[in-house]
């Protein structure tokens, strides 16, 4: 049964690499629950490891198919050390955009809850420091 998937994708999904990556993505991710669950960390703390993981994971992938190609021009030891060295960078990359996705992500976010309903309700009994609360032309006054 192959969930309606192509039979030549799932082949490539019983892949060993993809096997052990998996198992790998599985076992950090338990790592991760157990931490957040002994409360040693916070939830968001949890989804933002979570996505390092998968970025990282994605990014080795990635890296070590290109690396492998790049360095087949070599045989053999060209493939190697091709694909070493790009799953290494490829890491490193995944885990580097998984971290700026969630925190342009986490800046969308607050910037949707801060809509002008909820920033003047939050200042709502108080004075803005810098500048004017309704959008006038003409500043705060300053001692």
């Known amino acids: 049964m192959n969930a309606g998937l192509p039979d030549k994708i799932v ?10 990556a998996a198992a790998q993505l599985g076992v950090k991710l338990a790592q991760e629950i157990y931490r957040l669950r002994a409360g040693e960390m ?3 703390q949890f989804k933002e490891k979570l996505g390092r993981h998968v970025g990282g994971l994605t990014g080795t992938a990635t890296g070590a198919l290109a690396g492998a190609w790049m360095g087949s021009v070599v045989p053999g030891i060209g493939t190697l050390v091709g694909a070493f060295g790009g799953g290494l ?14 925190s342009s992500f986490e800046k969308t976010e607050t910037d949707i809850q801060s809509s002008p309903e909820n920033v003047e309700s939050s200042l709502n009994g108080s004075e803005a420091e810098a500048g004017d609360v309704d959008g006038g032309d003409e500043p705060a006054p300053t001692d």
């Open 11 to 20: 082949d490539r999904l019983k892949h060993p690499l993809v096997v052990a």
């Open 42 to 44: 916070t939830f968001e």
């Open 89 to 102: 960078a490829g890491d490193l990359l995944g885990e580097y955009a998984a971290r700026r996705g969630a």
